[in-house]
C-alpha cells in the first residue's frame, strides 16, 4: 500500500484500512484469512467484523467501533492496521462507513485499500453452497446473491469530504469457483498448500559487545504435533500404515537461517504438503 507520510501532522496516527467489497461467496473472508495471520495470538491488526455486527442487530457504528478498538488505547503519531469484513455492494456503503469511522478515530489518518471482487453470481453461488455442506456457514447466503443490487466501484465513486480520509488505488479480484481441496482444509482453517511444525534450533553463533563469539547448542528435535492433532481430527481412525505412509511422503524436514548483527541461528521444522496428504486420504476413502 502505497502512501506518502508526509501528508500527516507530527502528532497524527496513520491508519491503513483494508476493506473487502463483494458478494457473498466471492472469498473475501477466505482472502483475509490467507493475507492476515488471523490465528497468531499477537497480531498486529484490528478486526471489524460486520457480519456478527449485522447479525445482533446492532445499529450504533460507535459503539461497535469502541467494542473493537478504542481510541484511548491509541498513541501519537503512530501506525495501525485496521481489517473490515463484511457485505459492502454499493460504493455509498463504503463511503459512508470510513467517514464514520475517520470521525470517530478523530486524531488518524485513514489510507483506504479496497479489494473488490468482481461480479460473478454463478460462481458466488457454487462458493455458497459449498461452504453449507462443508460446515463454515450454517446460514444460506443464496438470495442476497441472485437478488442483490450490485455495483463496481469506480475510482471516481471513492472520495471523501474528510481531509484525512485517502483512498488508494483499489484491487480488483475474479472470483474463482471452490474446489474440493480447497473446501477441504478451510474447514479446518487451514489456507496455504503446506502445514508446518513448531521450529527448533540446531546451531548457531552468538557474538558479544567486545567481539567474542560462542556457538549455540542444538535443541532437542521437535514432533509434528500440529499434523498429528490435525489427522486425528480429520480421520480418527486411520491406521498406523497409512500414517507412516503419510509420513513418509508428505513430510520433508526443511531449514530456515536467520542472523542479525551479532548472532546467525540455524532452524529446524517439519513441513508437510497438504496436497499430496490430500491425494493419499482421497485415495484410501478417509474423505
Not at 457480519?51 to 442487530?57: A, H, I, R, S, T
Request: hydrophobic letters at 35%.
Amino acid at each position: 500500500m502505497a502512501f506518502d507520510k508526509n501528508k500527516l501532522k507530527i502528532d497524527q496516527n496513520l491508519v491503513y484500512l483494508y476493506i473487502v467489497y463483494g458478494l457473498p461467496g466471492s472469498g473475501k473472508t477466505t482472502f483475509l484469512y490467507k493475507t492476515f495471520d488471523f490465528f497468531k495470538p499477537d497480531r498486529d491488526f484490528q478486526f471489524f467484523n460486520m457480519d456478527f455486527f449485522v447479525k445482533l442487530g446492532r445499529t450504533d457504528l460507535e459503539t461497535f467501533f469502541k467494542e473493537c478498538f478504542s481510541p484511548r488505547y491509541m498513541g501519537y503519531g503512530q501506525e495501525y492496521t485496521f481489517v473490515v469484513d463484511g457485505l459492502f455492494l454499493k460504493p455509498k456503503d463504503v463511503t459512508e462507513f470510513v467517514d464514520k469511522m475517520a470521525e470517530f478515530y478523530d486524531r488518524c489518518y485513514f489510507a483506504v485499500q479496497l479489494y473488490i471482487w468482481k461480479e460473478n453470481r454463478e460462481a458466488c453461488l457454487n462458493n455458497d453452497e459449498q461452504r453449507l455442506e462443508d460446515g463454515t456457514r450454517d446460514v444460506p447466503s443464496a438470495d442476497t446473491i441472485k437478488n442483490a443490487v450490485y455495483v463496481v466501484p469506480q475510482e471516481k465513486d471513492l472520495v471523501s469530504n474528510n481531509p484525512r480520509v485517502e483512498y488508494l488505488k483499489p484491487e480488483f479480484k475474479d472470483v474463482h469457483y471452490a474446489n474440493n481441496y480447497e473446501k477441504f482444509f478451510n474447514r479446518y482453517n487451514v489456507n496455504n498448500d503446506e502445514m508446518r511444525s513448531e521450529e527448533w534450533l540446531v546451531g548457531g553463533s552468538e557474538r558479544s559487545f567486545y567481539g567474542n563469539e560462542r556457538s549455540v547448542c542444538a535443541e532437542e528435535a521437535k514432533d509434528f504435533d500440529n499434523l498429528d492433532k490435525f489427522l486425528e481430527t480429520m480421520c480418527p481412525d486411520i491406521s498406523f500404515l497409512l500414517y507412516k505412509k503419510i509420513k513418509r511422503e508428505c513430510v520433508t524436514l526443511e531449514k530456515r537461517e536467520s542472523s542479525d548483527y551479532y548472532s546467525s541461528y540455524t532452524y529446524n521444522y517439519w513441513r508437510c504438503d497438504l496436497k499430496k496428504l490430500y491425494q493419499i486420504l482421497t485415495e484410501n476413502n478417509l474423505i
